[in-house]
């Protein structure tokens, strides 16, 4: 198999000062953003260098990370946000496999998914966000471990998964694990960092290493992924790297596992082997001892020349005593995904895996997707191939084996659902509404991967019987019934002809009072609706039974539920559960929503909570007097059995209810609300929820809000240099309060205004004041700036003057983000520097020029997270390059494109100064343009 060259080393995302790998990508990293009523529109919250929420401020509670000496520092009764962080839900420790639905998969090899579950470091909402657009990964059961990827020399090294991403894989049995992450040198890696991890205290011991448990332990995480790129190592430092391992196995709880990535060999240097071998199983076990409890191997394995050594593998684990499935050979999939070339053939040959699998991106498919339909296309196209049915994934073309078949193909799947009972929903943990028992609770986009159901084991296994064609099932976000999706079936139906899908793998055993039952809401009723079991002894053979009576299970009566019971089938234990769709009628548009699927024990009362106790309002604040948001905090309720879940509601005055989320937690941030007009506080309330999802009795808390706010006066123009007759559009910025507006344009045309945007012909030359006041009915704000010149010399037009310049920096990390690319003209290419702060960006005009404007493009006008957007900036004018003076300094930025007039100023050289470069703890600045606006 021929492979292009290419670096080897694994690489977050982040990591790199580069942004995305495709400018259509849309990670939701989703912070909550302060609305401020100043000239900028938007601006983030920010927090401090070790990654915690300011503790005077109910901010967003984001995700730790950290670099070495930074963990230190780091306790959890320090931090704000560690509470919001930990995990609710404990790993399902039953997890089934039974036969595999194809041929070729294997039953023994597992797999491992380094994922990037974020765009970035830094921002990860520790509980979702209001974003539906998001990473929602839901197809556990082709994993066994997942990695949380992250880390950039910038932000932090050390990334411990989000409290969503481990209650989502341990929901589904998938342990979830933390970042390491020493990047190359030239991604900004200092191996001081690697130093600095493996420092011992007087007794020997390693105080980092004490931390990473102690992390793991506080937010309930599963271990720690180890990868050492920092180039520069000696035999010392791989000697240390090991005692270190073995150190963390020492301490380490019962359940955690330390993972290795093959990068550093037992000499010190770096040197990616593609192979479990004598160079680098020190890092693997050693005398007897176990120091890793699994090795990702490097991607080169594939390519002829590494073949050997990889074949060598399996033996070489098995003569130190270890399975060869704790070996994960590595493909890549971040560049190409689904349209890649893979040696299959070597991994999965016809007597069986040798090792198991890794895999590094699989992110891959939200991260190149257009929208959340075409990610959740692509998604089951690399999960279970073209076919899009797993038990066909198995029809590998033999004359391309190297193309892509599907994880499917090739593995087995696995299931949680062992009972005593079941039910789902289908949510995928998003969605653009948000449904109570059918009736529409939250009408805003949303996103918490904590709340997400268990999704079906298999997508899509789908059979017809009587000559039509099949209804094609899909998960759907339209129509909800519990959370914000669905399972649709939508097609042709045909008299007579049935489409059956299969579901769920299952290990249910049947009590006598059990029942399965159904919610669905139908397009028509031509259809017969009936629930399929198989059961263990005759695991491929499935009864399938009709609900006779059908009730309502909505306000609406919109959605209907059916139930039937089991105690015929007492003893034998549920194997399989499938839908079936029968045509009663011919109907050539049919649809059905299947909005919950359940195996419940009817006499099992799950009691219905009492309410919470403590409830209470831990922070809160308030941008404006009209924006506000809070952090709550609560004790569970008594009893035998703890809720599953809670439900936040916002109620106004009036009683009118909208939910705010969902958590497994006790703790909750609240986002940022709009003030209704003459709203005086709004009460918070929390329900908590059993495990059949009903509401138990719910407790509540005021939010009192400040007093209504007189408004702020801004504004923006277009042009600020014109020639005479020129017309100017006023764009009002002022706070959102703001009723009326009060414009005076003296020496224009009109000369006043009350019009919120209006245009402003100058017939004549000079320079301007322009004054708007704005009003409401609590009082009103002035503002006057001299912004307006009119020259004959703006009639041939006003230019960039920086535009392909001379331009120095005070650093940049590569050829390809040098300076020049700031000025280049080209909003895909940026001027990057890493490292500590300020940066400096200097440009050379050629001669003195009269500069009217400046336009700073930040990363999000070249498709990076807003989160990346420069925070704090000075913009200074010299006419020697050696002698400055202030023209623009900003404090606040979080737009993506700022625009900052001066007065008409005569200087030959400009210089930026970057002195926070992002919203957050990431030092990286990223500059895709800088434009200097004036006269040539």
């Not at 380490?252 to 192979?275: C, F, H, N, T």
């Not at 009736?439 to 996103?447: G, L, M």
């Not at 009936?530 to 609406?556: H, M, R």
């Not at 308030?622 to 936040?648: C, H, M, N, V």
């Amino acid at each position: 198999m021929k492979t292009k060259k290419r670096k080897p080393a694994l690489h977050a995302n982040a990591a790199r000062c580069s942004g995305p790998t495709s400018a259509s990508s849309n990670f939701a990293m989703a912070p909550i953003w302060k609305k401020t009523l100043g000239a900028v529109a938007v601006s983030l919250l920010t927090f401090s260098a070790l990654g915690f929420g300011p503790s005077a401020e109910a901010a967003q509670p984001y995700s730790s990370y950290w670099h070495p000496n930074t963990l230190l520092e780091w306790s959890p009764s320090s931090d704000p946000d560690a509470p919001f962080n930990r995990g609710s839900i404990p790993l399902q420790s039953k997890r089934i496999q039974g036969e595999p639905v194809n041929p070729n998969a294997d039953k023994k090899a597992e797999v491992i998914a380094l994922s990037a579950m974020y765009p970035s470091t830094s921002g990860a909402p520790s509980q979702g966000s209001d974003v539906f657009h998001t990473y929602a990964f839901g197809f556990w059961q082709y994993i066994d471990k997942l990695v949380m990827w992250g880390g950039s020399a910038g932000e932090g090294i050390i990334v411990p998964p989000s409290a969503d991403v481990i209650d989502a894989g341990h929901k589904n049995g998938v342990p979830v694990y933390g970042t390491v992450f020493l990047p190359q040198t030239e991604h900004g890696g200092k191996i001081q960092w690697m130093r600095d991890m493996l420092k011992r205290d007087a007794a020997g011991n390693f105080p980092v290493a004490d931390k990473l448990i102690e992390s793991a332990r506080y937010y309930g995480f599963d271990g720690w992924f180890i990868n050492q790129e920092t180039q520069g190592g000696t035999a010392q430092d791989a000697a240390d790297m090991q005692d270190f391992l073995k150190y963390l196995q020492k301490i380490k709880d019962p359940g955690m596992e330390i993972l290795w990535y093959d990068s550093m060999i037992e000499s010190g240097p770096v040197r990616w082997q593609g192979a479990l071998n004598t160079q680098n199983d020190g890092f693997f076990q050693q005398n007897g001892q176990k120091v890793a409890d699994a090795m990702f191997l490097d991607f080169r394995w594939q390519s002829a020349s590494y073949l050997p050594g990889f074949r060598s593998s399996s033996a070489a684990a098995e003569a130190l005593g270890r399975s060869p499935y704790d070996l994960f050979a590595g493909i890549d999939v971040e560049a190409s995904g689904t349209q890649g070339r893979y040696n299959w053939p070597e991994l999965f040959p016809a007597g069986g895996a040798p090792v198991s699998l890794g895999l590094y991106r699989p992110d891959w498919a939200f991260k190149s997707s257009s929208g959340p339909e075409d990610y959740l296309e692509r998604d089951e196209r690399f999960w279970t191939g073209p076919a899009g049915d797993p038990s066909r994934a198995a029809a590998i073309d033999p004359a391309n084996p190297y193309a892509w078949r599907g994880i499917s193909a090739n593995i087995a799947d696995k299931s949680v659902v062992t009972g005593p009972e079941f039910i789902t929903h289908f949510g995928t943990g998003n969605g653009r509404v948000f449904a109570v028992n059918g009736e529409v609770v939250r009408e805003k986009e949303w996103s918490n991967r904590s709340i997400q159901d268990i999704l079906p084991t298999w997508r899509w296994m789908t059979r017809t019987q009587g000559g039509g064609s099949a209804l094609e099932p899909s998960l759907d976000f339209v129509r909800a019934y519990y959370g914000g999706s669905s399972l649709k079936l939508e097609g042709k139906l045909t008299k007579d002809t049935s489409t059956t899908v299969n579901l769920y793998r299952t290990q249910i055993p049947v009590e006598k009072t059990m029942e399965v039952s159904t919610v669905i809401h139908e397009s028509s009723k031509n259809a017969s609706v009936q629930i399929g079991l198989s059961f263990a002894d005759a695991p491929n053979e499935y009864v399938f039974l009709e609900p006779k009576n059908w009730q309502s299970a909505s306000p609406d009566k919109s959605w209907q539920r059916g139930s039937v019971k089991l105690n015929a089938y007492k003893g034998r234990t549920i194997a399989g559960l499938a839908l079936k769709i029968e045509g009663k009628a011919n109907d050539p548009a049919y649809e059905a929503h299947i909005g919950e699927l359940s195996v419940r024990t009817v006499s099992d009362n799950a009691h219905k909570p009492d309410a919470v106790t403590e409830l209470a309002v831990i922070d809160s604040d308030f941008q404006g007097g009209i924006y506000g948001d809070a952090r709550l905090k609560w004790t569970a309720p008594s009893g035998s059995e703890k809720p599953a879940f809670y439900q936040i509601y916002r109620e106004q005055t009036g009683g009118v209810r909208e939910l705010v989320g969902e958590t497994p937690n006790t703790v909750y941030y609240v986002p940022e609300m709009r003030r209704a007009d003459g709203e005086d506080k709004t009460a918070l309330v929390v329900v908590p929820v059993n495990r059949h999802y009903e509401a138990g009795k719910e407790s509540r808390v005021s939010l009192e809000w400040p007093a209504y706010p007189a408004p702020k006066a801004n504004f923006e123009a277009n042009h600020t240099l014109i020639a005479p007759g020129g017309t100017v559009q006023f764009t009002d910025r002022s706070s959102e309060v703001t009723t009326e507006w009060a414009w005076s344009f003296p020496g224009g045309e009109p000369s006043a205004s009350s019009e919120r945007n209006p245009q402003v012909v100058y017939p004549e030359a000079g320079e301007y004041e322009v004054t708007l006041i704005a009003k409401n009915r609590v009082g009103q704000d002035t503002l006057t700036r001299k912004m307006i010149t009119v020259t004959e010399e703006a009639a041939g037009g006003v230019s960039d003057l920086a535009r392909g310049m001379t331009v120095t920096a005070s650093g940049f990390t590569n050829s390809s983000e040098s300076p020049p690319m700031a000025v280049d003209g080209d909003d895909k290419t940026k001027w990057c520097a890493v490292g500590d702060g300020p940066h400096t960006l200097t440009v050379d005009l050629g001669s003195a020029h009269k500069i009217s404007e400046f336009v700073l493009k930040h990363a999000e006008v070249g498709g990076e997270p807003a989160a990346f957007n420069t925070r704090a900036f000075t913009l200074r004018i010299s006419d020697d390059g050696k002698n400055w003076t202030e023209a623009v300094k900003v404090t606040d930025n979080a737009a993506g494109l700022s625009k900052h007039a001066i007065p008409l100023t005569t200087a030959r050289y400009v210089q930026l100064v970057v002195d926070k470069p992002t919203q957050g703890g990431d030092t990286a600045a990223r500059i895709y343009g800088l434009e200097v606006m004036g006269l040539k």
